[in-house]
């Protein structure tokens, strides 16, 4: 009779005829984060507020970084609040003196860092791209490009420190897709993508994951923003209506299902994914 091999015995079973082989899945205990830190931008507000509050619940110490300083400290104070670990910076991510600032901030207060989310962002002019005034065009990409780069300039010295780490950048579904209304955002956010695939492919060595998420349209002050430029209530339902219409769900994005994707990627239940750009979008790219 043939012999039987067995091959570490924990979780699963498989059997062929002559070889019974155990496969093994880590099972994960206590919060997903748990003793990590990560540092989160635009976090004063909308998809950035989400995150920092969800990593806060899943046991990350968390630094708040947001141009206004005032909702970076109510994020901090919200997570302090509930028993988490929280500090709040102001920092313009444009800015290389400021993203260098939050990034000795975050190691100082909590020895080292973990995780970075670059979720600042701005939303730019309405209309074609070759019509946007060169300094809105400026403004765009020195936020959602340029921000994003000097965040991990700074953040990838200190995870290498730590052995690796892990890099969740916020793009947008239309940087997967062209905008004909959002001509400078579409394209910065097209940018955000390619240089988190970039950035993968040159730190994966170092164990430096990098991901992107794309989320569709989503309920933030910055959608909101959009909604209530419309000169009347009717025209605000249109357009509403027309962003919910993107979606084959039917509806608006929220901000925790976009934390969600991010909370995966930046956990180690992603540790075999990096050059992800992971759409939700209620199925806008399907």
Request: proline fraction near 4%; include cysteine.
């Amino acid at each position: 009779m043939a012999k039987t091999r067995t091959v570490s015995a924990k979780a699963k079973v498989m059997s062929t005829d002559h070889v019974q082989v155990m496969q093994t899945w880590p099972v994960q205990h206590g919060p997903r984060l748990g003793g990590k830190s990560a540092l989160i931008t635009g976090a004063g507000s909308g998809i950035g507020k989400a995150i920092a509050l969800l990593f806060a619940k899943e046991g990350a110490a968390v630094c708040i970084a947001d141009v206004d300083g005032k909702a970076a400290g109510r994020t901090a104070a919200a997570i302090a609040a509930s028993g988490g670990q929280a500090v709040a910076v102001r920092a313009d991510v444009s800015k290389a003196r400021d993203v260098g600032r939050m990034t000795r901030t975050c190691v100082k207060q909590f020895g080292g860092m973990d995780v970075l989310v670059c979720a600042a962002g701005v939303r730019g002019p309405t209309g074609a791209l070759i019509d946007a005034a060169e300094a809105d065009w400026d403004r765009v990409f020195s936020v959602n490009a340029k921000g994003m780069y000097l965040c991990a300039k700074h953040a990838i010295p200190e995870m290498r420190q730590r052995g690796g780490g892990a890099i969740v950048n916020i793009a947008s579904v239309v940087g997967l897709v062209g905008s004909k209304m959002l001509g400078p955002y579409s394209a910065s956010k097209g940018a955000a993508v390619l240089m988190s695939r970039t950035m993968a492919l040159n730190h994966a060595k170092e164990n430096i994951r990098v991901n992107c998420v794309c989320p569709g349209s989503t309920e933030t002050p910055m959608l909101f923003g959009t909604f209530a430029r419309q000169p009347t209530l009717e025209d605000r339902r249109v357009v509403r209506d027309r962003y919910v219409g993107y979606h084959p769900l039917g509806r608006l994005g929220k901000p925790r299902e976009i934390a969600n994707a991010v909370l995966f990627l930046a956990s180690d239940e992603a540790s075999f994914v990096t050059g992800v750009a992971l759409p939700v979008d209620g199925g806008r790219t399907a």
